[in-house]
């Protein structure tokens, strides 16, 4: 595990893309699991620079999403396929087949999960996996309670996720109460994983997982198990941790 401490967000995002972009190079089948929501976007603006600078090829890439609302169709200005086309996708010469995310209006949404489950095993895994971190200290939707176990299924959002997402929708009575989600446990089986934090409103949540104990009640603290975690936080919401991290 790495932790790097950065002084802002914009820092944090070119740091990410620097670390992902030279895995990238080294395998041009390269698979990225991706995340939605504002912490990711620092990211998503460098990938984009440096793929219309000529420095990044995402033509062979292959992407898989970690969620998606359960009830909104892909063509929803808040469902997350919508979001990854105007983020990221729609910017870099990608082929839109080759990327993933859940099928929120699945007839059966359980078939529809074990199938995601499927293509991810079928291409070989996820080579780097992009996380963000809620206020509560989910990853994807995993809201605490989540099994470290867990594999991608429809799960209930919390109060507070649907608080902190009510920002995104009109009202909040408008945003789903329910999304589909990659486990804790697939997030665990990918080779790598990056982590992007910034905000004061996250300090809390970012010294729970990194320096507290693994539990089910901060669903973060499971990455302490994997071997290859970078997280890259920017100094607001490193504010609270104790231990003397890299800078």
Request: proline letters at 6%; a negative charge.
């Amino acid at each position: 595990m790495q932790v790097i401490i950065v002084p802002n967000k914009e820092e944090m995002g070119k740091r990410a893309a620097a670390l992902i972009a030279e895995q990238m190079r080294a395998k041009p089948q390269f698979v990225l699991g991706l995340a939605t929501g504002s912490t990711p976007l620092p990211l998503y603006q460098e990938l984009i620079r440096m793929n219309k600078a000529g420095e990044l090829d995402f033509s062979t890439a292959i992407t898989f999403n970690l969620d998606e609302y359960v009830g909104l169709p892909p063509t929803h200005d808040q469902s997350y396929r919508c979001f990854m086309n105007v983020n990221l996708f729609d910017h870099i010469n990608i082929n839109k087949a080759a990327t993933h995310v859940p099928d929120g209006m699945a007839p059966d949404p359980d078939v529809s999960c074990e199938a995601y489950e499927c293509m991810i095993e079928d291409i070989g895994g996820i080579d780097c996996q992009v996380l963000g971190i809620g206020s509560n200290g989910h990853i994807a939707f995993n809201e605490p309670g989540s099994s470290l176990a867990s594999r991608t299924r429809v799960v209930k959002l919390t109060k507070s996720t649907i608080k902190d997402n009510s920002r995104f929708f009109a009202r909040t009575e408008d945003v789903p109460t329910r999304a589909i989600s990659m486990g804790i446990g697939t997030v665990l089986e990918a080779e790598g994983i990056v982590l992007l934090a910034y905000g004061a409103n996250k300090a809390d949540a970012v010294a729970k997982a990194l320096e507290g104990p693994v539990t089910v009640s901060v669903p973060a603290s499971a990455l302490q198990l994997h071997p290859r975690v970078h997280w890259i936080i920017a100094e607001d919401a490193a504010s609270k941790l104790r231990l003397e991290w890299e800078r």
